[in-house]
C-alpha cells in the first residue's frame, strides 16, 4: 500500500469542515481590517529564502525541500510565505501603491522537520503582510487582527507574548552582552546551541533544551534596546492596551527567522502541547532591501492552519451542519426529483439524490444511513396532485406538502 509521505497528511472528514470555517473567519476578518489576498506560487529560487530567512537558520540549515530544476536552476518548495510576498513587493513595484501595502495569503508550506503534533512536512499557513509604514500602531493593529480572528473562531485561553529583538543598531551590542553572559556556561549547552553560541546566540534564549534557571539569569535585550528600539516597543505596549488586547512581555521570545527587527510576538494555546505556537509573527523592516527593494519597513504574522484547528476542534465541539436533504423517488418521477434537487441547492440545503433506486423503503434507509435530516418522497400519485411526501428523519414524522410549499416548510422547522 503506497501510504502519504511521512510528515504529510490528509486534511478530510469533520477536520475539512474545521479548516474551512477557520480560513473563512481569517479571510472576512483581514479583508475587514483593509488586507487583500496575493496568491504567489509555491516554488522560488533557493537564493530567495537564504537571503531573507538566513543562511544560519534551521529553515535554511536543515529543513528546506531543494532541488535542481531540469534546466539546473535550484528551486525550493517555499518554508515560510513572507519570502514570497516581499518578493513580490519589489518585483512587481508595490512601493508605487499606496502605502501601507496590506496583504495576506493561505497556502502549503515545506520544512523537512522531524514530525510530530503540531509539525508536519507539509502544513498550511494563513497570513497577513504590512509594507512600507513603521509606524507602531500598525504592530498593534496586526497582533490586534491575530488575538481578533482567533476570538472570533471561538478560540479561548490564548495569551500573546511579546517582545522587541531590537535592529541593526543595538542588537549586536547585546549578542555580545550575551556571549559574554553565555561563556562559562558554554560547555553546558546542548550541541545546537554550542553552535548558535556563535553564529545566533539569540537562539539559545528560546531553544527548549537549556536550563530554565539560566535562560532567566541571562541579561535581557529589552535592557539594551536603542531609543528607537525602545520608543516604539513603549509605544505597541500602550497601543495594544488602547485596543483593549491582552499581552505578557517575554523575553525569551525570538522567534526562528533572522529578518526580524524590533517586536516580535507569538499567540500560545495551552491546547496544543509541546508545540503550542498557535501563530507568530514580527516586525522586519530590512527584509526588502536583502532583497534589493528600497529601505521598505514591513511586519506580519503566520498563523499554523493545523494547529488553529486542532485548537478549535478540542474546544467547540459541535461545528453548526447544515440541513441536509436526501431525494427518493421513482422512475417516472426522475425528472420533477431533480428539478427539486436544483431548487433546494441553490437556496443553499444540501441535497442528496438518491443513485441507486429501488423501493421507497430502501431509500429511505439509505437516507437514514446519511443521517439526513429529511427526505423529500416524490411519488408517482402525489405528483399528479402537485405535492410530495416530507419526511422529517429525526421526528419520524411524514407529511403531504405541495412541491412550491417544500422550501418553506423546511425553513419552518430549521432550528
Ligand atoms: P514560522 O513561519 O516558523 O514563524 O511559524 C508560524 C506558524 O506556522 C507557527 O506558529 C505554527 O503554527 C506554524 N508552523 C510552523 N512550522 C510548522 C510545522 N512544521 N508544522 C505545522 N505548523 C507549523
Given at each position: 500500500?503506497?501510504?502519504?509521505?511521512?510528515?504529510?497528511?490528509?486534511?478530510?472528514?469533520?477536520?475539512?469542515?474545521?479548516?474551512?470555517?477557520?480560513?473563512?473567519?481569517?479571510?472576512?476578518?483581514?479583508?475587514?481590517?483593509?488586507?487583500?489576498?496575493?496568491?504567489?506560487?509555491?516554488?522560488?529560487?533557493?537564493?530567495?529564502?537564504?537571503?531573507?530567512?538566513?543562511?544560519?537558520?534551521?529553515?535554511?540549515?536543515?529543513?528546506?525541500?531543494?532541488?535542481?530544476?531540469?534546466?539546473?536552476?535550484?528551486?525550493?518548495?517555499?518554508?515560510?510565505?513572507?519570502?514570497?510576498?516581499?518578493?513580490?513587493?519589489?518585483?512587481?513595484?508595490?512601493?508605487?501603491?499606496?502605502?501601507?501595502?496590506?496583504?495576506?495569503?493561505?497556502?502549503?508550506?515545506?520544512?523537512?522537520?522531524?514530525?510530530?503534533?503540531?509539525?508536519?512536512?507539509?502544513?498550511?499557513?494563513?497570513?497577513?503582510?504590512?509594507?512600507?509604514?513603521?509606524?507602531?500602531?500598525?504592530?498593534?493593529?496586526?497582533?490586534?487582527?491575530?488575538?481578533?480572528?482567533?476570538?472570533?473562531?471561538?478560540?479561548?485561553?490564548?495569551?500573546?507574548?511579546?517582545?522587541?529583538?531590537?535592529?541593526?543598531?543595538?542588537?549586536?551590542?547585546?549578542?555580545?552582552?550575551?556571549?559574554?553572559?553565555?561563556?562559562?556556561?558554554?560547555?553546558?549547552l546542548c550541541d545546537d546551541c554550542k553552535r548558535r553560541f556563535?553564529?545566533?546566540?539569540?537562539r539559545i534564549?528560546?531553544c527548549?533544551r537549556e536550563?530554565?534557571?539560566?535562560?532567566?539569569?541571562?541579561?535581557?535585550?529589552?535592557?539594551?534596546?536603542?531609543?528607537?528600539?525602545?520608543?516604539?516597543?513603549?509605544?505597541?505596549?500602550?497601543?495594544?492596551?488602547?485596543?483593549?488586547?491582552?499581552?505578557?512581555?517575554?523575553?525569551?521570545?525570538?522567534?526562528?527567522?533572522?529578518?526580524?527587527?524590533?517586536?516580535?510576538?507569538?499567540?500560545?494555546?495551552?491546547?496544543?502541547?509541546?508545540?503550542?505556537?498557535?501563530?507568530?509573527?514580527?516586525?522586519?523592516?530590512?527584509?526588502?532591501?536583502?532583497?534589493?527593494?528600497?529601505?521598505?519597513?514591513?511586519?506580519?504574522?503566520?498563523?499554523?492552519?493545523?494547529?488553529?484547528?486542532?485548537?478549535?476542534?478540542?474546544?467547540?465541539?459541535?461545528?453548526?451542519?447544515?440541513?441536509?436533504?436526501?431525494?427518493?423517488?421513482?422512475?417516472?418521477?426522475?425528472?420533477?426529483?431533480?428539478?427539486?434537487?436544483?431548487?433546494?441547492?441553490?437556496?443553499?440545503?444540501?441535497?442528496?439524490?438518491?443513485?441507486?433506486?429501488?423501493?421507497?423503503?430502501?431509500?429511505?434507509?439509505?437516507?437514514?444511513?446519511?443521517?439526513?435530516?429529511?427526505?423529500?418522497?416524490?411519488?408517482?400519485?402525489?405528483?399528479?396532485?402537485?405535492?410530495?411526501?416530507?419526511?422529517?428523519?429525526?421526528?419520524?414524522?411524514?407529511?403531504?406538502?405541495?412541491?412550491?410549499?417544500?422550501?418553506?416548510?423546511?425553513?419552518?422547522?430549521?432550528?
Amino acid at each position: 500500500m503506497i501510504k502519504t509521505v511521512k510528515g504529510c497528511k490528509d486534511i478530510y472528514g469533520e477536520d475539512i469542515e474545521y479548516f474551512r470555517k477557520a480560513e473563512k473567519v481569517m479571510r472576512d476578518t483581514a479583508r475587514a481590517f483593509g488586507f487583500r489576498e496575493i496568491i504567489p506560487p509555491v516554488i522560488e529560487y533557493s537564493e530567495l529564502f537564504q537571503r531573507s530567512v538566513g543562511k544560519d537558520t534551521d529553515i535554511v540549515e536543515k529543513e528546506m525541500y531543494t532541488f535542481t530544476d531540469k534546466g539546473g536552476r535550484s528551486i525550493t518548495l517555499r518554508p515560510e510565505m513572507t519570502a514570497s510576498v516581499a518578493r513580490a513587493y519589489v518585483e512587481h513595484h508595490f512601493e508605487t501603491l499606496p502605502s501601507p501595502v496590506k496583504l495576506f495569503y493561505i497556502g502549503p508550506c515545506f520544512r523537512y522537520e522531524r514530525p510530530q503534533k503540531g509539525r508536519y512536512r507539509e502544513f498550511y499557513q494563513f497570513g497577513v503582510e504590512v509594507l512600507g509604514d513603521e509606524s507602531p500602531l500598525l504592530d498593534a493593529e496586526v497582533i490586534s487582527l491575530a488575538y481578533r480572528i482567533s476570538e472570533k473562531s471561538g478560540i479561548k485561553g490564548l495569551k500573546v507574548r511579546l517582545n522587541s529583538i531590537g535592529c541593526k543598531k543595538c542588537r549586536p551590542h547585546y549578542k555580545e552582552v550575551l556571549r559574554e553572559a553565555l561563556k562559562p556556561h558554554y560547555e553546558e549547552l546542548c550541541d545546537d546551541c554550542k553552535r548558535r553560541f556563535y553564529t545566533n546566540p539569540l537562539r539559545i534564549l528560546d531553544c527548549k533544551r537549556e536550563k530554565k534557571e539560566l535562560k532567566e539569569s541571562l541579561p535581557k535585550i529589552t535592557d539594551y534596546l536603542c531609543e528607537e528600539c525602545k520608543s516604539h516597543f513603549e509605544k505597541v505596549q500602550n497601543y495594544l492596551k488602547l485596543m483593549d488586547i491582552p499581552f505578557e512581555l517575554d523575553n525569551s521570545l525570538v522567534r526562528g527567522l533572522d529578518y526580524y527587527t524590533k517586536t516580535v510576538f507569538e499567540v500560545v494555546s495551552e491546547d496544543l502541547g509541546a508545540q503550542n505556537a498557535l501563530l507568530g509573527g514580527g516586525r522586519y523592516d530590512y527584509l526588502i532591501e536583502e532583497l534589493g527593494g528600497r529601505h521598505t519597513p514591513g511586519l506580519g504574522f503566520a498563523i499554523g492552519m493545523e494547529r488553529f484547528v486542532e485548537v478549535l476542534k478540542a474546544q467547540s465541539k459541535i461545528i453548526e451542519k447544515e440541513t441536509s436533504i436526501y431525494i427518493a423517488y421513482q422512475d417516472s418521477t426522475l425528472k420533477a426529483a431533480l428539478d427539486i434537487a436544483s431548487n433546494l441547492r441553490d437556496k443553499g440545503f444540501t441535497v442528496l439524490v438518491d443513485s441507486k433506486g429501488g423501493s421507497f423503503g430502501k431509500q429511505l434507509s439509505r437516507s437514514g444511513k446519511r443521517n439526513s435530516d429529511f427526505t423529500v418522497i416524490v411519488g408517482e400519485d402525489e405528483l399528479k396532485k402537485g405535492t410530495v411526501q416530507l419526511k422529517d428523519m429525526r421526528k419520524k414524522e411524514q407529511k403531504e406538502v405541495k412541491v412550491e410549499k417544500i422550501i418553506e416548510e423546511l425553513m419552518s422547522n430549521e432550528s
